[in-house]
């Protein structure tokens, strides 16, 4: 596990991000350039170690919360630095998604976020709408699709 001080380190090598000291020691760093409201990228990073990163919006096997943060607590330098990077791109002018999904039964669903909505079509239908990314891909697991690599 990185230290608080070496956690400050390769976060605050990111220029594009700003510090903001809170209370109790804690740390958070904002994206000023954000094309959202959001502007939090690293919230609450204490002296212990522990904190979390934006990750609401992004690609990846994280844990996000229900409030779109991953706890970093036990992220390693190349970790965290990959984690940071895509939450600051999560937040800098979007890339439409589209992704095309398939279950057991060769059933195929497509996915197009374009990071005001998510929308997953069955053919020409709209099977489903989702506020963000992990939402749709959270459905879309529960219900047996997994993702086609290309």
């Given amino acids: 596990m990185l230290t608080f001080k070496e956690k400050l380190e390769i976060i605050e090598s990111f220029p594009e991000l700003q510090r903001k000291d809170v209370s109790l020691g804690r740390v958070n760093f904002h994206?000023?350039?954000?094309?959202?409201?959001?502007?939090?990228?690293?919230?609450?990073?204490?002296?212990?170690?522990?904190?979390?990163?934006?990750?609401?919006?992004?690609?990846?096997?994280?844990?996000?919360?229900?409030?779109?943060?991953?706890?970093?607590?036990?992220?390693?330098?190349?970790?965290?630095?990959?984690?940071?990077?895509?939450?600051?791109?999560?937040?800098?002018e979007p890339e439409p998604i589209e992704e095309t999904w398939i279950n057991a039964d060769k059933q195929i669903l497509k996915v197009y976020y374009d990071f005001d909505v998510c929308n997953i079509y069955a053919g020409e239908q709209l099977d489903g709408t989702y506020a963000t990314y992990n939402g749709a891909v959270d459905y879309l697991q529960q219900e047996g699709f997994k993702r086609l690599e290309v």
């Fill in 31 to 92: 994206y000023e350039e954000s094309i959202f409201d959001k502007k939090i990228v690293v919230y609450h990073l204490h002296p212990n170690g522990n904190g979390f990163v934006y990750a609401e919006n992004i690609k990846g096997n994280y844990p996000v919360q229900p409030n779109g943060m991953v706890n970093i607590r036990e992220f390693n330098e190349q970790a965290l630095r990959e984690i940071i990077q895509q939450s600051i791109n999560s937040l800098s």
